[in-house]
């Protein structure tokens, strides 16, 4: 067998030619067989995810009235950072997220059992709510951040941008709900393996 760059004589197994350096076809096998082989010990060694039912985490937002929303951050926390990805999951904010959804769902019935009067109260309940909301859209991009950067790693970085939650309208109205559908996904898609 000669090289097809510089016609030099190669032996069988030569992965390049000694003389001009050009891959010859047996090491164009062997770099892709070796590219497989990796492919699956990283599939044998993928991050794990917890899987959840939509229809489940839906109900479970509705009828926890939106308590399920932090709950899913700070139970998602370690798992998102774990990911191959730049971008860390802030487990600070997202038990923030959940102290101060518990302190407004815990709040006593009476603004004045509080020492604050109706218009105060309701004044700083809003604001609160305001800032939940917040917290949750920006906890959900990050995670959706996350889930892309790792999925890039797999199937390409346009590729994860265009099918790892692409919506940012659904992003800010369903916030966690869609971002676990999109977690489904990836473990469909053996990008992430199913936590159990």
Same mark, same amino acid.
């Given at each position: 067998?000669?090289?097809?760059?510089?016609?030099?004589?190669?032996?069988?197994?030569?992965?390049?030619?000694?003389?001009?350096?050009?891959?010859?076809?047996?090491?164009?096998?062997?770099?892709?067989?070796?590219?497989?082989?990796?492919?699956?010990?990283?599939?044998?060694?993928?991050?794990?995810?917890?899987?959840?039912?939509?229809?489940?985490?839906?109900?479970?937002?509705?009828?926890?009235?939106?308590?399920?929303?932090?709950?899913?951050?700070?139970?998602?926390?370690?798992?998102?950072?774990?990911? &191959? #990805? !730049? /971008?860390?999951?802030?487990?600070?904010?997202?038990?923030?997220? =959940?102290?101060?959804?518990?302190? +407004?769902?815990?709040?006593?019935?009476? &603004? #004045? !059992? /509080?020492?604050?009067?109706?218009?105060?109260?309701?004044?700083? =309940?809003?604001?609160?709510?305001? +800032?939940?909301?917040?917290?949750?859209?920006?906890?959900?991009?990050?995670?959706?951040?996350?889930?892309?950067?790792?999925?890039?790693?797999?199937?390409?970085?346009?590729?994860?941008?265009?099918?790892?939650?692409?919506?940012?309208?659904?992003?800010?109205?369903?916030?966690?709900?869609?971002?676990?559908?999109?977690?489904?996904?990836?473990?469909?898609?053996?990008?992430?393996?199913?936590?159990?």
């Amino acid at each position: 067998m000669n090289c097809s760059g510089c016609g030099a004589p190669l032996d069988i197994n030569d992965e390049k030619c000694p003389y001009c350096g050009k891959i010859t076809p047996y090491g164009e096998r062997m770099f892709e067989e070796r590219k497989e082989q990796e492919k699956k010990k990283e599939a044998d060694n993928l991050p794990k995810m917890k899987y959840a039912s939509i229809t489940a985490v839906a109900i479970l937002y509705v009828i926890t009235f939106g308590i399920y929303s932090p709950y899913w951050c700070v139970s998602r926390a370690k798992s998102l950072n774990e990911l &191959y #990805s !730049e /971008m860390k999951f802030p487990t600070w904010a997202a038990w923030l997220y =959940l102290v101060l959804a518990l302190g +407004v769902f815990l709040m006593p019935g009476s &603004y #004045s !059992e /509080m020492g604050l009067t109706e218009e105060t109260g309701s004044n700083i =309940l809003g604001y609160l709510m305001l +800032v939940l909301t917040g917290i949750s859209i920006l906890m959900s991009f990050c995670a959706r951040k996350i889930l892309q950067q790792h999925a890039s790693r797999f199937i390409g970085l346009d590729a994860a941008a265009n099918s790892v939650a692409p919506s940012i309208i659904m992003i800010v109205i369903c916030g966690p709900v869609y971002v676990q559908y999109h977690v489904n996904k990836l473990i469909k898609m053996k990008i992430l393996a199913p936590k159990i």
